[in-house]
């Protein structure tokens, strides 16, 4: 049944029927319309004080829930300042959309005020954008929006729609069905290739699941723990796969990659077998690609057929849904069993567990009993405990924090992996809580990119979105002070943030409605990280002053081999002659 509205009203209309329950945005001119009926909806809006701030909270949501987050924003400037979330979610597929107000459909073109050509300016970072100036296409371009976020391998839509169509009378009608000519993800993979799969994996002596962030995605990690405990395998997570097997298990190696475990780098280096599944052989992860697990044969599981071959040759590539791929690579290997064939990896699983127990995680703690940030980030771990959900910036307390905190669960660790962005953490956590209000939500962040983007306090402060901010505070950009110490000859240019003087943080989270804790002592940090815990009616901000000469290790400097690992300045892992596998074909 159509019903006559305002294209505002049918907008509104069409988002509920989508099943939106939280828009994070801003109104600005071309996108008020759409504020009056939103006045009247079921739809809980959140006023964000940035919409950079909306679209990673969108982001936050997405990734905590698995649901579509949305986020809202005027014409031109408002449009642009959603550009970063977008490149982001882009880049670790996060399901979203964003609806843009564009200025009226007479005036497109004539760079009218606050006009931008937003869907030109990301045509490059969405799955996909439209451009809506008829009122009759606001329901369908809704119902197609969320479906192609939200399918196949999921990523972010923009829908601009001009101001005209927002204002001009329209009959409302949910399609009952979608038509989307050429849009055909591929979900079930095909079973040649699996069995081909099946008979490499059989075959191999050295093989390794190199896990990514599609598992999490495909929400496959229970059929992924069943693959890895059948087999016997090494697993191996991402910097976005982190927590789809669970850190505590046996067979899990850590993460790889530029700053890896020793065990998983050393793993992937030295496999006759790469099983990769939801993963794209990220530079991070693969160092200089000419020497990367150079005996290694591939094969490659992605829902995204572009990712498949794209950096590394493939032996068998795999179309499909992670989720189905496990799947049915485990009734083909139970099949093989059945008959009498296993693979045989006995040996090399002790190889594997003799460099794990050898080179396992740690850190020096600084000689001046000042406080070591990888031991705030481990007690923040131990004590807010693995069904908390973590959120990070980007830089060297992202790293700690992948590697410090134990995760036994997917959707726990939300982070800004492909893009890097600073200032992801606070707007992610605000979103993240806001889909899981149940869940403690600790927003890991840097003292650098904490200054991006805290003005989101003030909107968790106003929303009752109780997250918890650690601040990992070095007062210095700390990842580049690390290159700098490492290969600029300790010449610090411009990352010195003067952070412990200006701002206070702790005074800072109390102008922005939040309680404001401080710690520099090793002694202090359980019982400040239990009293922000006991906390949970207001945000809470703790600045965690730390040692600033901290690194991340191991380290794999960029664009050198895996082989070149070093696991503290100049120290690199060293295998004896007894631990070496031999090649066997």
Same mark, same amino acid.
């Given at each position: 049944?159509s019903?006559?509205?305002?294209?505002?009203?049918s907008?509104?209309?069409?988002?509920e029927?989508?099943?939106?329950?939280?828009?994070f945005?801003i109104p *600005?001119?071309?996108?008020?319309p759409a504020?009056?009926?939103?006045?009247?909806?079921?739809?809980?809006?959140?006023?964000?004080?940035?919409?950079?701030?909306?679209g990673?909270?969108?982001?936050?949501?997405?990734?905590?829930?698995?649901?579509?987050?949305?986020?809202?924003?005027?014409?031109?400037?408002?449009?642009t300042?959603?550009?970063?979330p977008?490149?982001?979610?882009?880049?670790?597929?996060?399901?979203?959309?964003?609806v843009?107000?564009?200025?009226?459909a007479?005036q497109?073109?004539?760079?009218?005020?606050?006009?931008?050509?937003?869907?030109?300016?990301?045509?490059p970072?969405?799955k996909?954008?439209?451009l809506v100036?008829?009122?009759?296409?606001i329901?369908?371009?809704?119902?197609e929006?969320?479906?192609?976020?939200?399918?196949?391998?999921p990523?972010p839509?923009?829908?601009d729609v001009?101001?005209?169509?927002?204002?001009?009378?329209?009959?409302?009608a949910?399609p009952a069905?979608?038509?989307?000519p050429?849009?055909?993800?591929?979900?079930?993979?095909?079973s040649?290739?699996?069995?081909?799969?099946?008979?490499?994996?059989?075959g191999?002596?050295?093989p390794?699941?190199?896990?990514?962030?599609?598992v999490?995605?495909?929400?496959?990690s229970k059929?992924?723990r069943?693959?890895?405990?059948f087999?016997?395998?090494?697993?191996?997570?991402?910097?976005?796969?982190?927590?789809?097997?669970?850190?505590s298990?046996?067979?899990?190696?850590?993460m790889?990659?530029?700053?890896?475990?020793?065990?998983?780098?050393?793993?992937?280096?030295?496999s006759?077998?790469?099983?990769?599944?939801?993963?794209?052989?990220?530079?991070?992860?693969?160092?200089n690609?000419?020497?990367?697990?150079p005996?290694?044969r591939?094969?490659h599981?992605?829902?995204?057929?572009?990712?498949?071959?794209k950096?590394?040759?493939?032996?068998?590539?795999?179309?499909?849904?992670?989720?189905?791929?496990i *799947?049915?690579l485990?009734?083909?290997l /139970?099949?093989e069993?059945?008959?009498?064939?296993?693979?045989d990896?006995?040996?090399?699983?002790?190889?594997?567990?003799?460099?794990?127990?050898?080179?396992?995680l740690g850190?020096?703690?600084?000689?001046?009993?000042?406080?070591?940030?990888?031991?705030v980030i481990e007690r923040l *771990?131990?004590i807010?405990?693995?069904?908390?959900?973590?959120?990070?910036?980007?830089?060297?307390?992202?790293?700690?924090?992948?590697?410090?905190?134990?995760?036994?669960?997917?959707n726990t660790?939300?982070?800004?992996g492909?893009?890097?962005?600073?200032g992801?953490s606070?707007?992610?956590a605000? *979103?993240?809580?806001?889909?899981?209000?149940d869940?403690?939500v600790?927003?890991?962040?840097g003292?650098?990119?904490?200054?991006m983007?805290n003005?989101?306090?003030?909107?968790c402060?106003?929303?009752?979105?109780?997250?918890?901010?650690a601040?990992i505070?070095?007062e210095?950009?700390?990842?580049?002070?690390?290159?700098?110490?490492?290969?600029?000859?300790?010449?610090?240019?411009?990352?010195d943030?003067?952070?412990?003087?200006?701002?206070?943080?702790? /005074?800072?989270?109390?102008?922005?409605?939040c309680?404001?804790?401080?710690?520099?002592?090793?002694?202090?940090?359980?019982?400040t990280?239990? /009293?922000?815990?006991?906390?949970?009616?207001v945000p809470v901000?703790?600045?965690?002053r730390?040692?600033r000469?901290?690194m991340?290790?191991?380290?794999v400097?960029?664009?050198?081999?895996?082989?070149?690992?070093?696991?503290?300045?100049?120290?690199?892992? /060293?295998?004896?002659?007894?631990?070496?596998?031999?090649?066997?074909?």
């Amino acid at each position: 049944m159509s019903e006559q509205m305002t294209g505002a009203q049918s907008l509104i209309r069409s988002l509920e029927a989508a099943g939106t329950e939280h828009i994070f945005g801003i109104p *600005g001119g071309a996108i008020l319309p759409a504020y009056d009926p939103l006045m009247d909806s079921s739809i809980r809006h959140i006023l964000v004080r940035h919409e950079q701030g909306a679209g990673h909270a969108a982001q936050g949501y997405a990734a905590a829930t698995g649901r579509v987050g949305v986020c809202m924003a005027t014409s031109g400037p408002g449009a642009t300042n959603l550009v970063t979330p977008l490149a982001d979610a882009h880049m670790d597929s996060v399901p979203m959309v964003a609806v843009t107000g564009q200025v009226g459909a007479m005036q497109i073109g004539t760079d009218a005020f606050q006009e931008a050509d937003i869907r030109g300016i990301t045509m490059p970072i969405t799955k996909h954008n439209f451009l809506v100036t008829d009122p009759a296409d606001i329901p369908r371009t809704v119902a197609e929006a969320f479906y192609i976020a939200s399918t196949g391998r999921p990523g972010p839509v923009l829908v601009d729609v001009a101001k005209s169509a927002l204002q001009a009378m329209t009959t409302y009608a949910w399609p009952a069905e979608l038509n989307l000519p050429g849009y055909r993800p591929v979900t079930r993979p095909h079973s040649k290739q699996i069995r081909e799969a099946a008979k490499l994996i059989l075959g191999a002596r050295r093989p390794v699941l190199y896990v990514g962030g599609g598992v999490i995605r495909a929400r496959a990690s229970k059929e992924l723990r069943i693959l890895a405990e059948f087999t016997g395998m090494p697993v191996v997570t991402t910097l976005m796969a982190r927590g789809a097997f669970p850190d505590s298990h046996p067979q899990h190696l850590g993460m790889p990659g530029m700053h890896g475990t020793v065990p998983a780098v050393a793993s992937l280096q030295r496999s006759d077998l790469i099983i990769s599944l939801g993963a794209r052989f990220d530079d991070r992860v693969t160092g200089n690609l000419d020497t990367f697990a150079p005996g290694a044969r591939i094969i490659h599981a992605d829902i995204d057929p572009a990712e498949i071959g794209k950096n590394r040759a493939v032996d068998v590539p795999i179309v499909g849904d992670c989720r189905e791929v496990i *799947g049915d690579l485990i009734v083909a290997l /139970k099949a093989e069993a059945d008959a009498g064939h296993t693979g045989d990896y006995e040996a090399w699983v002790e190889f594997l567990a003799g460099v794990k127990k050898k080179y396992a995680l740690g850190y020096d703690k600084p000689t001046d009993g000042g406080l070591s940030p990888q031991y705030v980030i481990e007690r923040l *771990g131990a004590i807010a405990g693995p069904e908390a959900i973590y959120t990070s910036g980007v830089g060297q307390h992202q790293m700690w924090a992948a590697q410090f905190i134990g995760y036994e669960h997917p959707n726990t660790w939300i982070n800004s992996g492909g893009l890097g962005t600073m200032g992801f953490s606070v707007p992610a956590a605000m *979103g993240a809580k806001v889909g899981m209000p149940d869940s403690t939500v600790w927003s890991i962040d840097g003292d650098g990119c904490f200054q991006m983007t805290n003005q989101e306090l003030a909107t968790c402060a106003i929303n009752d979105i109780p997250i918890k901010v650690a601040i990992i505070n070095n007062e210095s950009l700390g990842m580049v002070r690390q290159w700098q110490t490492l290969f600029y000859n300790e010449r610090y240019s411009n990352t010195d943030l003067h952070s412990k003087r200006i701002p206070d943080f702790v /005074k800072l989270a109390e102008a922005y409605g939040c309680v404001g804790l401080a710690c520099e002592s090793p002694e202090d940090v359980d019982a400040t990280i239990t /009293k922000a815990m006991e906390i949970n009616d207001v945000p809470v901000v703790v600045d965690f002053r730390v040692h600033r000469d901290a690194m991340v290790w191991p380290m794999v400097a960029a664009g050198t081999s895996n082989d070149d690992i070093k696991y503290a300045r100049d120290m690199a892992p /060293k295998f004896d002659d007894d631990d070496d596998l031999e090649v066997r074909p």
